[in-house]
């Protein structure tokens, strides 16, 4: 049986944008050792996609 996840990722700001796409490479290497597929949602969310202030 295929086991299937749907994981969204944020990887913010700082050391977050090193950080996520090295944790994405080792969970899908170990999915794929033991027959998990993971579908990625990247979220937009750091200081630079906030809204700027009303007003």
Do not use: K, Q
């Amino acid at each position: 049986m295929d086991t299937r996840y749907r994981i969204a990722t944020i990887p913010g700001d700082g050391i977050g944008n090193e950080v996520v796409p090295a944790a994405v490479d080792v969970l899908e290497r170990a999915g794929s050792h033991f027959g998990i597929r993971l579908e990625w949602t990247e979220l937009e969310w750091s200081c630079e996609y906030s809204p700027a202030p009303a007003g």
